[in-house]
């Protein structure tokens, strides 16, 4: 009881006062307070908004149903159990939505008080911090209990859940268990963590199956000069004929509708059901030469659905199909709606400026003005007149009408201060004060200026190992730190390359013909510069090529980190390799993805791969394992 009201008391001086002791709670909740608090969510809500209609949440079921059918075995078997401890178990979509809700009938009676049935939206934009909506954010599993949640609908509960990852690591859903406070033990997290692995689990064997499955009744269509690929039921292409291989190296993750950017274009796509269950398990997609001009452009991504509605989101840059920056291009389509400070992590020459402005452009501040701020440009003795203005008269050299800092010019819109670990200790208080208090008063200057802005960050620096140092203060690293959103490197993002290439020489009008080894030997490269140093190379390969019949491998094979390497005598292999079928080379890619995950152990391997275990053994002697 202690306890309860020593959170409760928390929660109350947060929201009245706008002060926290974080030492007393958990760092994801001290986060998602401040992440709740930023988007204005309600604290004293008392139960949940969104509730879908009967045909929208029957549509959002359809939606989901290959996570409701793996969930639904291990729902059925936690039922009893939970029923008796009066428990409910949720089962929750990527989007919030509450799919399913099974177990104790008095206590669903309850939930039903706040609205928490199902077919309610119940992420942290709805009813600020929770474990569902938090879980979803965070990618981790989560308990939060009575007032550590943010808004009071919640009070009287216990809630852990769990993200469901599909196997391209991607958040498919959430599990969650909830209870009436009283009844709340720390064995409930544990669980539902254990059963969320189980379901991915089941899952991952499902899709493996399937896949194997399309290879097989597709297998006499790939080893042909056709222009085909057989895709899965999320439309990620899974194998593809010898003459898409040839043609694109990189095919392998690629969605259909992609392969525009390689000049092609569906002419016809064959459904492909599974033997065993009779679903639809994927497509057989036969391509051919594109006949529009748009169609042999560079590739630009179809209009991705933002949120509730289907409104398109705005990238201005080169998205490319690396999963490393798809997982970006989904943590901006979250977070952009919203109020919440965004903090951009990345080395120099990632594009943080431009993963700012996509963050602008698809929020509500969109019309109001975007202004990039380097702190690292910024000599330290001015920083403070640069960003929160002086008036007339304010020092030496002063201008005669004062002038605006850069605060009050992104009035009404967004600021992006790029480098902020850079800004020195005794700026920060000051920084401090005007985002919580949403005002500024200029160098010399006695008049406070309300301001209405959203706050963008980045750095390349690690900030907690800063706060660590003491050089940087732990208050502001949380009120900055809401959400994190990572800008991959180009060295993880290195299938990428040949779209950011055609990009930046379409938007240049560069004629230049690239052969294959020419982004070969790009992809071989470590890139320490990221996409700055990319685009460097370019602009000195199209100075290097002009009025000359230049190749472009040549020419870029005198750059510094693009020389070969010295050729050295072949040894002769003690017996020729051995030449795979595009069947064997999936089974054996499946088979060491399954031994990964198993840490080696066969038996769960052949399990997870639905063969016998001797069938596995000779398999992996068939293959030299």
Not at 536 to 557: F, K, W, Y
Request: net charge neutral.
């Amino acid at each position: 009881m202690l306890e309860t009201a020593l959170s409760l008391n928390i929660w109350k001086r947060f929201v009245n006062e706008g002060v926290l002791d974080a030492s007393r709670l958990n760092k994801r909740i001290v986060e998602s307070w401040y992440r709740s608090r930023d988007a204005r969510v309600n604290p004293h809500l008392d139960k949940g908004r969104l509730v879908l209609t009967n045909d929208r949440f029957h549509s959002q079921k359809k939606k989901n149903a290959l996570l409701r059918d793996m969930a639904q075995p291990h729902l059925e078997r936690m039922n009893g159990f939970i029923d008796d401890l009066g428990m409910i178990a949720l089962l929750i979509d990527p989007e919030g939505y509450v799919l399913s809700m099974t177990g104790n009938l008095h206590v669903r009676q309850e939930a039903g008080k706040i609205n928490f049935v199902e077919g309610v939206r119940w992420t942290e934009g709805e009813v600020g911090t929770n474990a569902i909506g938090t879980a979803l954010l965070a990618g981790e599993p989560l308990m939060v209990t009575g007032s550590e949640h943010y808004s009071i609908a919640s009070h009287r509960w216990s809630c852990s859940a769990a993200p469901i990852r599909g196997d391209d690591g991607q958040i498919i859903g959430v599990l969650d268990v909830s209870c009436p406070v009283d009844r709340a033990h720390p064995y409930m997290l544990g669980m539902v963590t254990s059963v969320a692995y189980a379901i991915e689990r089941d899952l991952s064997i499902r899709l493996h199956k399937d896949e194997m499955e399309l290879v097989r009744q597709t297998a006499d269509r790939l080893e042909t000069d056709q222009l085909v690929v057989v895709c899965s039921s999320k439309q990620t292409i899974v194998c593809a004929s010898r003459a898409i291989r040839r043609r694109i190296p990189a095919w392998a993750g690629l969605k259909a509708y992609e392969l525009a950017g390689f000049g092609l274009e569906t002419r016809i796509t064959v459904p492909v059901l599974s033997d065993s269950h009779g679903g639809l398990i994927g497509t057989c997609v036969y391509l051919q030469e594109a006949t529009s001009a748009a169609s042999k452009s560079v590739f630009f991504p179809q209009p991705v659905a933002v949120g509730e509605d289907s409104q398109s989101f705005v990238f201005q840059g080169e998205t490319g199909t690396s999963p490393a920056f798809r997982q970006t291009l989904d943590d901006l389509k979250r977070v952009a709606p919203t109020e919440a400070s965004v903090c951009i992590l990345g080395e120099t020459g990632t594009g943080k400026e431009l993963i700012a402005q996509a963050i602008h452009e698809n929020s509500p501040r969109r019309t109001g003005p975007f202004l990039a701020v380097n702190c690292g440009a910024i000599p330290k003795e001015l920083m403070e007149s640069e960003l929160f203005g002086y008036v007339e008269g304010a020092f030496t050299g002063a201008r005669r009408n004062g002038y605006k800092g850069k605060f009050e010019q992104a009035n009404g819109g967004t600021i992006f201060l790029d480098e902020i670990g850079e800004i020195p200790l005794s700026m920060q208080a000051a920084l401090l004060r005007v985002l919580q208090e949403r005002k500024v008063t200029p160098v010399g200057g006695t008049q406070e200026v309300p301001l209405d802005f959203r706050m963008i960050t980045a750095t390349h620096r690690d900030l907690r190992q800063l706060v660590r140092e003491g050089k940087f203060r732990e208050d502001l690293y949380y009120r900055l730190h809401v959400y994190p959103v990572k800008a991959p490197p180009l060295r993880e993002r290195r299938e990428d390359i040949p779209h950011l290439v055609r990009f930046y020489c379409t938007r240049k009008s560069w004629a230049i013909s690239f052969p294959e080894r020419f982004f070969d030997q790009l992809m071989q490269y470590d890139w320490p510069g990221n996409i700055r140093e990319l685009m460097n190379v370019l602009e000195r390969l199209h100075i290097m090529t002009q009025g000359a019949d230049t190749d472009p491998c040549e020419a870029l094979s005198r750059f510094d980190g693009f020389r070969p390497p010295p050729v050295s005598t072949p040894i002769e292999p003690s017996s020729p390799p051995m030449a795979l079928t595009l069947r064997e080379q999936i089974q054996m890619e499946q088979m060491t993805d399954a031994l990964q995950r198993t840490n080696g152990n066969v038996t769960a391997a052949a399990q997870m791969l639905g063969v016998p275990r001797s069938t596995f053994y000779k398999r992996l002697q068939k293959f030299n394992k």
